[in-house]
């Protein structure tokens, strides 16, 4: 089992920064991928950045390339999202997701674990 914790969410400006963390723990001996999703009122929760258990490999939506990056510390179990130039269209409830293994993958249904989830609110 991995509980996953995020926080980091808020209320911004467009344009703004934001850097979300997600704090895993449990099983974190064992090798895990990790990933990011969102889901704004009234839509399917949609992918939105992944990276492998190394790091080594990392992966973006199309409406978030070049905008945020995903990274994590293992050594202190916690993957961030950092956010630059926010759009209103960014505004959704954040997840967090724990993927058991070494690969990365964007489809939310190959996560086995999830957080409880945090806003993020971009005004224009």
């Known amino acids: 089992q991995v509980q996953l914790v995020e926080s980091g969410g808020g209320l911004v400006q467009a344009g703004d920064s934001l850097r979300l963390s997600c704090a895993a723990s449990g099983s974190t001996f064992s090798p895990y991928a990790m990933g990011w999703f969102r889901q704004a009122p009234g839509k399917e929760r949609e992918f939105v950045a992944a990276?492998?258990?190394?790091?080594?490999?990392?992966y973006y939506a199309d409406s978030v390339k070049g905008r945020f990056t995903i990274s994590r510390d293992n050594a202190k179990n916690t993957v961030y999202l950092q956010m630059n130039s926010l759009k209103p269209e960014d505004t959704a409830v954040y997840y967090c997701?724990?993927?058991?293994?070494?690969?990365?993958?964007?489809?939310?249904?190959?996560?086995?674990?999830w957080g409880q989830g945090t806003q993020v609110t971009v005004s224009s």
């Open positions: 990276i492998s258990w190394s790091g080594a490999t990392t």
């Open positions: 997701a724990a993927r058991m293994g070494r690969l990365a993958t964007i489809v939310w249904k190959e996560y086995d674990y």
